[in-house]
């Protein structure tokens, strides 16, 4: 008799993990199947997690800031190898897998290690070394994204890589060329300038992640240019030649070429449903590469869901989780207040870090709102002072009418944490007054927020 659960979770990653957890929660018997031979998913294994670390690792070893970091000799900080930079990562990385093992070890959640296909609505069949087929009354598909692949690389050369081989890398490159100037291009291009590598950054476009407030994104650029990235914009990649020794030429739209040690490409990511055999659950939708779902994360099948990557944009690790939570809430009847948070920011890793929260100012422009604008630059407080970030900023976005927050967008250090105070405030759809009533620690960038908002009233008077 084949094993029957209340819940089969196909996927291991973010959006996976807290459908399991939140189900088992509940009560439910659950089964987590995973393709790769650890769980994590590409948060842990071959996304957030890495770069987040290897960022760490460079910022440590180029003295950018000095920090003790497992395995990492400060030193070295001139002439690192290759394994001074992955040391840290692979440690993080594996304690991580650790922790999530263990947590769904202790909420009973059963992990089969296989790739999961389903072979009708409530049966999956795990083909691999854990094969059997498994059958549930609810299924969650959080199979994830791969890297976009686009044609004309050649992939298999050990000097052109996708994002997901970059933790693989066996020596530190003379130069990369990087292509894409997205979030993960723009991420691992500050890390290898940081590291002191020759670094260029191309894209067809000719504004740096033109979704973030105008003043970020002009302020990220110059601060880019200042760590060594030289951005190539407006120019695509034609033609890739990498020979087995020497440098990888790129033949680019304008006729330029540029050459390289290694090339990078970060152009996009894709939904996997590929294994999944969606047609024996009647997901026939599925088979234009994109699972799609309602507000409950339902697919057009009622009692499958699909949350994280697999369904495309915002495509977190965040947002995936929250997804993931939600929809084992709804499969089990125990809906939690909201499908998701209303309020979703975003934390971007590069040199200097970015966050943002709520609206731009080009989006309430276009909107007709009337709003108010306030700034602190990190120096005014003397947190900012003592860490010497003479470029960072906080940026706050009023509505003119009634000073309710609108926008918070941070450049700086831990921007990704500063941004906190903002998606609480807009969270509970608070203004200015509760950011001047709030006693904030001292010296802290929590500090930042009052200031700003000062800021935005006294421009609203006319007295700045
Ligand atoms: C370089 C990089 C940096 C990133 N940085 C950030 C960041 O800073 N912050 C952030 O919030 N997000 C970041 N992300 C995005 C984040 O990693 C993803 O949004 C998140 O991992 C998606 O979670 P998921 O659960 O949907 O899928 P995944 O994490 O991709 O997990 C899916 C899992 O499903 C498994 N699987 C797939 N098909 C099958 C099958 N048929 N059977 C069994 N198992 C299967 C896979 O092996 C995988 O383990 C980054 C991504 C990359 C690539
Ligand atoms: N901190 C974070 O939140 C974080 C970090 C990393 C990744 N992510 C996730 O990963 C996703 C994918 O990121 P991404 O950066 O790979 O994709 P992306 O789609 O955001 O950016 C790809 C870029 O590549 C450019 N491009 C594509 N082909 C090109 C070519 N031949 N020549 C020149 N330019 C080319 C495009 O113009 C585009 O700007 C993000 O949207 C996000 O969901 C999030």
Same mark, same amino acid.
């Given at each position: 008799?084949?094993?029957?659960?209340?819940?089969?979770?196909?996927?291991?990653?973010?959006?996976?993990?807290?459908?399991?957890?939140?189900?088992?929660?509940?009560?439910?018997?659950?089964?987590?199947?995973?393709?790769?031979?650890?769980?994590?998913?590409?948060?842990?294994?071959?996304?957030?997690?890495?770069?987040?670390?290897?960022?760490?690792?460079?910022?440590?070893?180029?003295?950018?800031?000095?920090?003790?970091?497992?395995?990492?000799?400060?030193?070295?900080?001139?002439?690192?190898?290759? #394994?001074?930079?992955?040391?840290?990562?692979?440690?993080?990385?594996?304690?991580?897998? #650790?922790?999530?093992?263990?947590?769904?070890?202790?909420?009973?959640?059963?992990?089969?290690?296989?790739?999961?296909?389903?072979?009708?609505? =409530?049966?999956?069949?795990?083909?691999?070394?854990?094969?059997?087929?498994?059958?549930?009354?609810?299924?969650?598909?959080?199979?994830?994204?791969?890297?976009?692949?686009?044609?004309?690389?050649?992939?298999? =050369?050990?000097?052109?890589?996708?994002?997901?081989?970059?933790?693989?890398?066996?020596?530190?490159?003379?130069?990369?060329?990087?292509?894409?100037?997205?979030?993960?291009?723009?991420?691992?291009?500050?890390?290898?300038?940081?590291?002191?590598?020759?670094?260029?950054?191309?894209?067809?476009?000719?504004?740096?992640?033109?979704?973030?407030?105008?003043?970020?994104?002009?302020?990220?650029?110059?601060?880019?240019?200042?760590?060594?990235?030289?951005?190539?914009?407006?120019?695509?990649?034609?033609?890739?030649?990498?020979?087995?020794?020497? #440098?990888?030429?790129?033949?680019?739209?304008?006729?330029?070429?540029?050459?390289?040690?290694?090339?990078?490409?970060?152009?996009?990511?894709?939904?996997?449903?590929?294994?999944?055999?969606?047609?024996?659950?009647?997901?026939?939708?599925?088979? +234009?590469?994109?699972?799609?779902?309602?507000?409950?994360?339902?697919?057009?099948?009622?009692?499958?869901?699909?949350?994280?990557?697999?369904?495309?944009?915002?495509?977190?690790?965040?947002?995936?989780?929250?997804?993931?939570?939600?929809?084992?809430?709804?499969?089990?009847?125990?809906?939690?207040?909201?499908?998701?948070?209303?309020?979703?920011?975003?934390?971007?890793?590069?040199?200097?870090?970015?966050?943002?929260?709520?609206?731009?100012?080009?989006?309430?422009?276009?909107?007709?709102?009337?709003?108010?604008?306030?700034?602190?630059?990190?120096?005014?407080?003397?947190?900012?002072?003592?860490?010497?970030?003479?470029?960072?900023?906080?940026?706050?976005?009023?509505?003119?009418?009634? =000073? +309710?927050?609108?926008?918070?967008?941070?450049?700086?250090?831990?921007?990704?944490?500063?941004?906190?105070?903002?998606?609480?405030?807009?969270?509970?759809?608070?203004?200015?007054?509760?950011?001047?009533?709030?006693?904030?620690?001292?010296?802290?960038?929590?500090?930042?927020?009052?200031?700003?908002?000062?800021?935005?009233?006294?421009?609203?008077?006319?007295?700045?």
């Amino acid at each position: 008799m084949s094993p029957a659960f209340d819940l089969i979770v196909i996927g291991a990653g973010p959006g996976g993990e807290a459908a399991a957890v939140t189900a088992a929660r509940l009560g439910k018997r659950v089964a987590v199947v995973e393709k790769a031979p650890f769980v994590g998913g590409a948060a842990v294994n071959t996304g957030t997690l890495p770069s987040k670390t290897l960022r760490e690792t460079a910022l440590a070893l180029s003295g950018l800031r000095t920090r003790d970091l497992h395995g990492v000799d400060l030193s070295l900080r001139r002439g690192a190898t290759i #394994d001074d930079v992955l040391r840290h990562e692979r440690a993080v990385k594996s304690a991580h897998r #650790d922790h999530i093992r263990g947590l769904l070890g202790r909420y009973g959640v059963t992990v089969v290690h296989g790739t999961a296909r389903f072979s009708g609505p =409530h049966a999956v069949r795990v083909t691999g070394s854990g094969a059997q087929e498994l059958h549930a009354e609810k299924v969650v598909v959080a199979t994830g994204s791969v890297p976009v692949r686009p044609p004309g690389f050649p992939f298999e =050369h050990d000097r052109v890589h996708d994002s997901d081989e970059l933790v693989e890398l066996h020596r530190m490159p003379r130069s990369i060329a990087v292509i894409g100037a997205g979030v993960i291009g723009s991420e691992y291009a500050c890390m290898f300038a940081a590291l002191g590598i020759e670094t260029y950054l191309i894209d067809g476009r000719n504004a740096l992640l033109p979704f973030l407030d105008a003043d970020l994104s002009t302020a990220l650029e110059a601060s880019m240019r200042r760590l060594g990235v030289r951005f190539v914009w407006g120019e695509c990649v034609n033609s890739c030649d990498a020979p087995p020794t020497g #440098d990888v030429r790129l033949g680019l739209s304008s006729g330029r070429v540029l050459t390289a040690d290694h090339v990078l490409i970060c152009a996009g990511r894709a939904s996997r449903v590929a294994d999944l055999n969606p047609e024996a659950a009647g997901l026939a939708a599925a088979r +234009k590469g994109r699972l799609v779902v309602n507000e409950h994360f339902q697919t057009e099948v009622p009692h499958i869901y699909a949350v994280g990557d697999v369904i495309g944009f915002p495509a977190l690790a965040s947002t995936s989780a929250e997804q993931g939570r939600a929809a084992a809430g709804h499969a089990f009847g125990a809906p939690t207040r909201g499908p998701v948070a209303r309020v979703l920011p975003t934390g971007i890793y590069t040199i200097p870090e970015v966050s943002a929260v709520g609206e731009t100012e080009d989006a309430l422009r276009a909107a007709g709102v009337e709003y108010l604008v306030g700034r602190a630059g990190y120096t005014e407080v003397a947190r900012g002072k003592i860490i010497g970030d003479e470029a960072g900023f906080l940026k706050l976005l009023f509505r003119r009418s009634d =000073h +309710k927050l609108l926008g918070a967008h941070v450049i700086g250090e831990v921007a990704s944490e500063v941004v906190h105070i903002g998606v609480m405030a807009l969270m509970v759809g608070a203004g200015a007054d509760l950011l001047l009533d709030t006693c904030f620690n001292h010296p802290t960038l929590g500090e930042l927020y009052k200031l700003a908002t000062h800021d935005a009233l006294l421009r609203g008077r006319g007295t700045s």
